[in-house]
Each structure stands twice: as structure tokens, then as C-alpha cells.
């Protein structure tokens, strides 16, 4: 994953996408480029707040699509992250 630049994600019908922010998403230090489509279940997007050189990202079809930021699993990851970055 360390090299990933590019993904794209379409036609899945997950609600929850368990990420491990703290982890693996943060070694993605190559990616950049983000495409989620037809999503139909997808909520948000948090985890793609931890992506360090995020600078495209593109939302089509997401029809559940509450808010692409969760501030309340902002916060609680950020805790957690926080909590793995002191270990």
C-alpha cells in the first residue's frame, strides 16, 4: 500500500468501512488521487482525512452519502491515532 497513488473504488455495497487510520492509511504516502463510485451504502469518508498528500478527490453516485467528513469519527479517530502515535 506504501505505493499506491491512485484508487478507485466502485460498485460496493459496504456501509461501514473499517479502515485502520492510525495505520495503514497514514504509509499511504503516495496517494493521491481518490475516485468512489456508486457506493450506493457509503456514509462518509473520514479515514481519507489521514491521507497525507490527498489532493483529488471525487464523489460520484453515492446516494447514502451523509457527510464525506464525520466529525464525530474525526474526533474519536483522531484520539486513537494520537493515543498509537504516544506507543
Request: proline letters at 1%.
Amino acid at each position: 500500500m506504501e505505493h499506491l497513488e491512485e484508487l478507485e473504488i466502485r460498485d460496493s455495497s459496504l456501509e461501514d468501512w473499517n479502515v485502520d487510520c492510525a495505520g495503514e492509511v497514514q504509509k499511504m504516502r503516495k496517494l493521491h488521487s481518490v475516485l468512489i463510485r456508486n457506493c450506493s451504502n457509503v456514509k462518509d469518508l473520514t479515514w481519507l482525512v489521514f491521507v497525507p498528500n490527498l489532493k483529488w478527490l471525487r464523489i460520484v453516485g453515492c446516494d447514502d452519502m451523509e457527510e464525506i467528513i464525520s466529525v464525530e469519527k474525526f474526533e474519536k479517530l483522531s484520539e486513537v491515532s494520537e493515543m498509537m502515535g504516544r506507543a
